[in-house]
DNA sequence: GATGAATGAGTGTTCATTCAT
DNA sequence: CATGAATGAACACTCATTCAT
C-alpha cells in the first residue's frame, strides 16, 4: 500500500485557511479547497471525516500553534508585569504575523461550528497566564474582579489591534505598542 | 398599497437575523429566509437586488438602529466621564437586549461581506462620541494617543462581556458593570 | 406565477419505469431519470420530495392503474368460477401488455423501499376478489384453507407466466392460458 | 497458503448475502461489503474480477447451494407422487431456513444482473425433478402440458409461501404445508 | 497475497435566481 | 405587487476501481 502522505493534510490546513480568508467561511466549499491544495475533493475525505472535521481540525491546530507561541518565552521568575508584558507583546507578534490564521478563528468562532469545540480544553493552554494573574491579585498589584473582566481588558483590544478589517490597515509603531500595552496595565492594575 | 411593503421588508430583516443566529451565515438560504419571514422566495427579489443586497441591508438597518440607541441619552452638557459613562452603559444594555441582532453583527462582520460596507458612512453615527474624547484629550482628563487606542479599550472589552459565546453565559450584575466601566476608565484616563 | 405542469410528472412516471426496466433499479438515478423524462433535475424535487418519494409515488401510480384494470369487467352476478376466471384473465393480460409496468413492481417490491408502502391501503382494492373467494368457500365450491394459500395459487403463476425474464419470452397462446386457468382452479376448487 | 484465501472467499460470500438483505442492491457498495466482511476493499479485486462477479458468484454459489439442497433426500424409486412431495417439502424446508440467501436471490434476479447468468448451465440442477415429471406424464398421472406451466404451479407458489415480505410474517404449520402441498399436486395431477 | 492511499466520475440534494402569470 | 414553477450550477459526499508497497 501507499503510504500517507502528511504533506497533503498540511497543505488541507494551508488552503482551508487562505480560503475562508479570502471568500469567508460561508462561502469555502470543500471542492474549492480541495483545488486550492491541490488534491482531489474525495483525498479530503481520506484525512478527515468530513467537512466540519476539516475545518474544526483547522482551528484546533491553529490554536495549538497559536497557544505554543504566546507562551515562547513565557518566565515565572520575572516581576508580574514583565512577564504579562512579554506575552501581551507575544501574542500581538504572533497575531500580526499570523493574520490569515487570526482571521480564520475569528471566522471559525462567530459561526455554528464554533460550538462544536471543546472549550475547556483549549483553555488549558491558557492557564500558565491565569495563574500569573492571580499572584497578581494576591501581590495586590491587580484588581480582585472577576477573571473574565481582568481578561476582556487585558486581550480583547490586541484583537481589535491586530485586526486590519477594524483598524483599516493602520501600522502599528513600537511607541504605540508600548502606549498600547500601558493603558492594558492601566485598566488591571490595582 | 406602501403599508403591506413595508411589513414585508420588515419580516424579512427579523427573519434574517434569527436564522443567522440559529443555523449561520453559511446555511441561510434565500428560501429559507423567505419561509421564515412567510414570504415567498422570489418576492426577496422585490425588496432586494439580490441576497447579497438583503444581507447588507440588514446589517446596516442594524447599525443605524443601534447607533441611535448609544445616543439615546447622551448629553453633552455633562462632565467628560459622565457622558462616556453613559454612553458605555447604552452600549451595554442595547446590546445585552438585542443579542441576536449583534451576532448578526459579529458574524457579518467576520464575512468578506464585512468589505462590501461603507465604513465611513457608518462611522459617521459615532461623531458625537469622539468629539467628546477629543474635548477630553483638550481638557487633559483623556490620554493624547492614537484614537484607535482609546476605541479599542474604551469599547471592545464590551464585545467580549456581551457575548455569550466567548463568556459562556456569565452574568452581569450591577456592580460588575461599575467595575468594568471603572477599568475603561482607567485605560483612557490621563 | 407559472401554472405547474403535470405533464412532467406523467413524464416523469414513464422515464422512472423506463429506466429501471432498462438498467435496474439499483443504478436509476435521480439525474438518468430527470434526463429520461427531459426535464432537470432539480425540476424532481418541485413535484417529488425526494428520491425516495418518487420511486413510491410511481408505485403506487401503478398499483392503483392496475387494480382499476383487473376489475374492469368485473360482474358480481355471475358464476362464482366465471368471475375468478375473468380477473384470471384480466390480470394475465394486464401483466402482458404492461410488462414495464409489472416489472417495475418486482423490482420495486423486492427492494428495501418495498418495506415503505402501506399495504393495508393497497389491498383494500382486492377486496372485491377476496369477497368473491369468501363466497365460493361458503358453497363449498373453494378449498376452506388459508386465505393465504388460495392468492399464491391462484395469482402467484401469472407472475411466472407473464415475466419474460423467467419464461425466457415463450409466448402465451389462448389455448396454454386456458389450460393454465383450468390448473388455477383444480388447486383450489374443493 | 490456502486455507486463508478460501476463508476470505467465504466472508465475502456471506457479507454480501447480509449486507443486500439489510440495506438492499442499490446501497451495497465494494467498501461497506469489505468492511462487513472484515477484509479491504482491494482485497475483493484479488478474488473477483470487479463488483459484478462479486454479485454474480455469491448468486451462482447459493444456488448450486440449493440444488444440492433441495436433491438431498431425492430417491427415484419412489412412487413419483411420493417424490414430488419430498421435493416440494424440501425447497420449503430450505427457504424457510435460509431465507437471507432466498431473498439475496429474489433481489438479484429482479435486477438488470439477472440476464448475466448463464440459466441453462443452472437448470441442468433442476433436470432429475423434471424428469420425473416427464415420466409423470407418460405414466398418465401428471397434465400433459407445457413444461413451464408444471413449474409455475408447482413451484412458484412456495416463493410467495416463504417469502415473509409477501405473506407478512405468517407461519405456517405442518397441516397447512400438508394442504398447500394437495393444492399443488391438484394443479398438476391428471 | 493483501492492503491503505488516492481519485475521477457520479450520487442525491439545495442553491440563488429568473420567468410567466 | 407578489407568486410558485423551473433550472443550471454548485453542494457535501460516496462510488468502484487502481496503484504502490
Not at 497575531?95 to 455554528?112: C, G, T, V
Not at 461550528?113 to 499572584?135: H, Q, S, T
Request: net charge negative; proline share 3%.
Amino acid at each position: 500500500m501507499r503510504t500517507k502522505d502528511e504533506h497533503k493534510k498540511e497543505a488541507l490546513f494551508k488552503a482551508t485557511v487562505k480560503l475562508v480568508n479570502e471568500i469567508g467561511f460561508a462561502s469555502s466549499s470543500v471542492s474549492k479547497i480541495a483545488k486550492e491544495a491541490g488534491v482531489s475533493p474525495s483525498t479530503i475525505y481520506v484525512f478527515f471525516k468530513n467537512k466540519e472535521d476539516l475545518l474544526v481540525s483547522t482551528y484546533v491546530e491553529i490554536k495549538r500553534n497559536m497557544a505554543d507561541a504566546f507562551l515562547d518565552d513565557f518566565d515565572e521568575r520575572l516581576p508580574i508585569r514583565d512577564i504579562i508584558k512579554g506575552v501581551w507583546f507575544s501574542m500581538l507578534k504572533y497575531i500580526s504575523n499570523n493574520l490569515e490564521k487570526y482571521d480564520y478563528l475569528e471566522q471559525f468562532a462567530n459561526s455554528p461550528f464554533g460550538a462544536l469545540v471543546d472549550k475547556d480544553a483549549l483553555e488549558k493552554y491558557c492557564n500558565p497566564i491565569l495563574n500569573v494573574l492571580e499572584r497578581g491579585i494576591e501581590q495586590k498589584i491587580i484588581k480582585n474582579v472577576n477573571r473574565e473582566l481582568l481578561s476582556a481588558f487585558m486581550f480583547q483590544p490586541i484583537a481589535r489591534l491586530a485586526n486590519p478589517r477594524l483598524c483599516h490597515g493602520q501600522a502599528w509603531g513600537e511607541e504605540d505598542i508600548e502606549t498600547a500595552f500601558t493603558m492594558a496595565w492601566d485598566a488591571i492594575k490595582l
